[in-house]
Antibody
Framework: QVQLVQSGAEVKKPGASVKVSCKAS????????LHWVRQAPGQGLEWMGV????????TKAQKFQVRLTMTRDTSTSTVYVELSSLTSKDTAVYFC???????????WGQGTMVAVSS | QTVVTQEPSLTVSPGGTVTLTCTSS?????????PNWIQQKPGQAPRTLIY???SKHSWTPARFSGSLLGGKAALTLSGVQPEDEAEYHC?????????FGGGTKLTVL
């Protein structure tokens, strides 16, 4: 079955970077897009960006243009999101979610908690 | 940056019907915004219920339906069950990026 399994929780110091992974299984990796979404404690969902299945190109939300890097490894069907210059405002649960090209969001990862604290 | 707005909270009685809406600051929501509706229960990962305005996934209960109503995307729950108590998020495609609404906390009481 289709699954997205994310890496474990992280604790980081302000100013550091964090890299979270999302391993896909059960489908043809390059046929689908993968998005990153985050949720700060007690807040709503926030779209961060997408890595496109066909060519690995990316589109990022305006507020993450500088600090966000999304990459993938097709040999392991894994996508990565790296966020730099962390502040306490980046404390959140980070989710990956699959998109069937055309705007169909379906399977979500289980989420990865990232805590930023001095 | 487009702002997507939802009702912050709604309350419905078990067995009742409720409609949640999703508006865009840029104007009327159309099918071109590819509305998705996502359910999230406390401590759980989100689960997408509706895509492309009104299409359902295989796991979406029949009592959930999506539509466009008066320039808004809408999610209607008919015959609400206690387990439908959750946060509901809408997601719109806006100028080749995606924007979530603030979420609606649905209470079943």
């Amino acid at each position: 079955q289709v699954q997205l399994v994310q890496s474990g929780a992280e604790v980081k110091k302000p100013g550091a970077s964090v890299k979270v992974s999302c391993k896909a299984s059960g489908y043809t990796f390059t046929s689908y897009h993968l998005h990153w979404v985050r949720q700060a404690p007690g807040q709503g969902l926030e779209w961060m960006g997408v890595i496109f299945g066909s060519d690995g190109s990316t589109t990022k939300a305006q507020k993450f243009q500088v600090r966000l890097t999304m990459t993938r490894d097709t040999s392991t069907s894994t996508v990565y999101v790296e966020l730099s210059s962390l502040t306490s405002k980046d404390t959140a649960v980070y989710f990956c979610v699959r998109e069937v090209p055309g705007g169909v969001f379906d399977v979500w990862g289980q989420g990865t908690m990232v805590a930023v604290s001095s | 940056q487009t702002v997507v707005t939802q009702e912050p909270s709604l309350t419905v009685s078990p067995g009742g019907t409720v409609t949640l809406t999703c508006t865009s600051s840029t104007g009327a929501v159309t099918s071109g915004f590819s509305p998705n509706w996502i359910q999230q229960k406390p401590g759980q990962a989100p689960r997408t219920l509706i895509y492309s305005t009104s299409s359902k996934h295989s796991w979406t209960p029949a009592r959930f339906s999506g539509s466009l109503l008066g320039g808004k995307a809408a999610l209607t729950l008919s015959g609400v069950q206690p387990e439908d108590e959750a946060e509901y998020h809408c997601l719109l495609n806006c100028d080749n990026s995606w924007v979530f609404g603030g979420g609606t906390k649905l209470t079943v009481l």
